[in-house]
């Protein structure tokens, strides 16, 4: 049966050529069947997808989906058609000019500072700024790469087939239920493109590419401050305050920067809300592996409204490779699809990712890592007089009366500033959690920093 509206909070499902999955153009999955359902089993043989060839179709109402037609090729929409949920003039209202965010941070692309950048620091010897897992890159990718040499020289698959199957076993879901792309930023670009919310809401402080991609689709984004003398605790009088009209929320689980992760009853409150309000809900879990939590991805069956993010960039640092994926209802994925590169994720990438998916043990080992370092780092923080933030991530934030960038800089020794992020100042910081060798010796840097 299609999906209703009462069922989705969207538009409900008609006929038409499009499939869920990852797809470009016109190709369809060859794991459909042949009235083009999406037959998507999670575990438990419980079904969840769409049937009858769906598409996603052109959506009124407190849908985010829209402009689509049955055949599932976006169509031109006039501001009326595109306008839902927003009071007088369409923008956001009750906000702040601090709350509210039309334009993109910063004054250019060369100013939107993240992470890693070491070719902007080519004197760094410790990387600090970046929250990969501190056991680097494993011998069996390595080996991967290696051994594929010869078949780089051909275009990789664009529906990442095999990589799509090894992720439906460890998830427990069908394939068609996983969109791969180049890393979770360009999964959030793909979303914000393919749903063009009009208004979009994310907390602040948090990643700065969810602002930064719903603002580029043209959206008012509302950005919530949480509040520092509370932890930068997401609270559950915070997601009852999430207005009618919103049409996408973004929610990082843990948070990033803060680490602070999300109670789970307030994240069953925000998965409610959103359902309640007709807005589709991304929790980004990139960090969620290394920690004891437990993911969103069992209960999508039940909430279709939900997308999940995740990156094996994190868990088996491959960041310069750029690995992520989305977990979410097959007609959002096919959308998604549409509004990315055929050739998304290279070669490279799909053949280190099968390795890494072999090394489920691996991530637990990153795990119990973090939960033993991260204490003690915390403690050596503290000790020297720096402020730190509760968390559970493999990072922490702290703060600090005097600056610590440039004089740890020209140690050689990089740390993320919180300067560019929403909510946060230049007194802010954030550092991840390596192993006890590198965690020493960022605290013996800090050390001698702090002392002048």
Same mark, same amino acid.
Not at 148 to 161: F, G, I
Not at 260 to 278: H, S, W
Not at 442 to 449: C, N, P, T, Y
């Given at each position: 049966?299609?999906?209703?509206?009462?069922?989705?909070?969207?538009?409900?499902?008609?006929?038409?050529?499009?499939?869920?999955?990852?797809?470009?153009?016109?190709?369809?999955?060859?794991?459909?069947?042949?009235?083009?359902?999406?037959?998507?089993?999670?575990?438990?043989?419980?079904?969840?997808?769409?049937?009858?060839?769906?598409?996603?179709?052109?959506?009124?109402?407190?849908?985010?989906? =829209?402009? !689509?037609? %049955? /055949? *599932?090729? @976006?169509?031109? &929409? #006039?501001?009326?058609? +595109? $306008? =839902?949920? !927003?009071? %007088? /003039? *369409?923008? @956001?209202?009750? &906000? #702040?000019?601090?709350? +509210? $965010?039309?334009?993109?941070? %910063? /004054? *250019?692309?060369?100013?939107?500072?993240?992470?890693?950048?070491?070719?902007?620091?080519?004197?760094?010897?410790?990387?600090?700024?970046?929250?990969?897992?501190?056991?680097?890159?494993?011998?069996?990718?390595?080996?991967?790469?290696?051994?594929?040499?010869?078949?780089?020289?051909?275009?990789?698959?664009?529906?990442?087939?095999?990589?799509?199957?090894?992720?439906?076993?460890?998830?427990?879901?069908?394939?068609?239920?996983?969109?791969?792309?180049?890393?979770?930023?360009?999964?959030?670009?793909?979303?914000?493109?393919?749903?063009?919310?009009?208004?979009?809401?994310?907390?602040?402080?948090?990643?700065?590419?969810?602002?930064?991609?719903?603002?580029?689709?043209?959206?008012?984004?509302?950005?919530?401050?949480?509040?520092?003398?509370?932890?930068?605790?997401?609270?559950?009088?915070?997601?009852?305050?999430?207005?009618?009209?919103?049409?996408?929320?973004?929610?990082?689980?843990?948070?990033?920067?803060?680490?602070?992760?999300?109670?789970?009853?307030?994240?069953?409150?925000?998965?409610?809300?959103?359902?309640?309000?007709?807005?589709?809900?991304?929790?980004?879990?990139?960090?969620?592996?290394?920690?004891?939590?437990?993911?969103?991805?069992?209960?999508?069956?039940?909430?279709?409204?939900?997308?999940?993010?995740?990156?094996?960039?994190?868990?088996?640092?491959?960041?310069?490779?750029?690995?992520?994926?989305?977990?979410?209802?097959?007609?959002?994925?096919?959308?998604?699809?549409?509004?990315?590169?055929?050739?998304?994720?290279?070669?490279?990438?799909?053949?280190?990712?099968?390795?890494?998916?072999?090394?489920?043990?691996?991530?637990?080992?990153?795990?119990?890592?973090?939960?033993?370092?991260?204490?003690?780092?915390?403690?050596?923080?503290?000790?020297?007089?720096?402020?730190?933030?509760?968390?559970?991530?493999?990072?922490?934030?702290?703060?600090?009366?005097?600056?610590?960038?440039?004089?740890?800089?020209?140690?050689?020794?990089?740390?993320?500033?919180?300067?560019?992020?929403?909510?946060?100042?230049?007194?802010?910081?954030?550092?991840?959690?390596?192993?006890?060798?590198?965690?020493?010796?960022?605290?013996?840097?800090?050390?001698?920093?702090?002392?002048?």
């Amino acid at each position: 049966m299609p999906l209703t509206d009462r069922e989705t909070g969207r538009a409900g499902v008609g006929p038409g050529d499009r499939r869920g999955g990852n797809l470009s153009g016109d190709d369809k999955l060859e794991d459909m069947s042949n009235d083009g359902g999406a037959q998507t089993v999670f575990g438990g043989g419980q079904v969840w997808g769409a049937s009858g060839g769906c598409g996603v179709r052109g959506a009124s109402g407190g849908s985010g989906v =829209h402009g !689509v037609s %049955g /055949d *599932g090729q @976006a169509q031109g &929409l #006039s501001d009326n058609d +595109r $306008s =839902h949920g !927003v009071s %007088g /003039d *369409g923008q @956001a209202q009750g &906000l #702040s000019d601090d709350d +509210r $965010s039309q334009g993109l941070p %910063g /004054d *250019g692309w060369e100013d939107d500072e993240h992470g890693g950048d070491l070719a902007a620091h080519p004197g760094v010897v410790l990387d600090y700024s970046t929250n990969v897992s501190p056991l680097g890159l494993s011998p069996a990718v390595r080996r991967a790469i290696v051994e594929r040499l010869d078949d780089y020289a051909a275009y990789p698959d664009p529906r990442c087939r095999a990589l799509r199957a090894a992720l439906a076993r460890q998830h427990q879901v069908d394939p068609a239920n996983i969109l791969c792309g180049n890393g979770a930023a360009d999964l959030i670009h793909r979303v914000c493109a393919a749903l063009r919310p009009r208004r979009a809401l994310t907390w602040a402080p948090s990643f700065s590419e969810y602002q930064r991609c719903a603002a580029l689709g043209g959206a008012v984004v509302e950005q919530p401050r949480l509040d520092p003398a509370d932890g930068f605790r997401l609270t559950a009088a915070a997601v009852a305050a999430v207005p009618p009209g919103v049409e996408l929320v973004f929610c990082c689980q843990p948070n990033n920067p803060t680490g602070r992760l999300v109670e789970p009853a307030v994240l069953d409150q925000l998965v409610e809300r959103c359902r309640l309000i007709g807005a589709v809900l991304v929790c980004d879990e990139c960090f969620l592996p290394f920690t004891a939590a437990g993911s969103l991805i069992p209960q999508l069956a039940r909430q279709p409204h939900v997308i999940v993010l995740s990156a094996l960039t994190k868990t088996h640092a491959l960041a310069g490779l750029r690995l992520g994926y989305a977990v979410g209802h097959p007609d959002y994925l096919a959308l998604m699809a549409e509004h990315g590169p055929r050739w998304g994720v290279s070669a490279v990438a799909q053949a280190a990712g099968l390795a890494a998916l072999a090394e489920p043990e691996r991530v637990a080992e990153a795990r119990r890592l973090v939960a033993l370092e991260r204490p003690w780092v915390e403690g050596e923080l503290v000790r020297l007089g720096l402020r730190t933030f509760p968390g559970e991530a493999n990072f922490i934030l702290f703060q600090s009366s005097v600056d610590l960038f440039q004089p740890l800089l020209e140690q050689g020794v990089l740390i993320r500033s919180g300067a560019n992020f929403s909510g946060l100042d230049k007194s802010y910081y954030r550092v991840a959690i390596k192993c006890h060798t590198d965690n020493v010796a960022l605290v013996k840097a800090l050390g001698e920093v702090r002392r002048g």
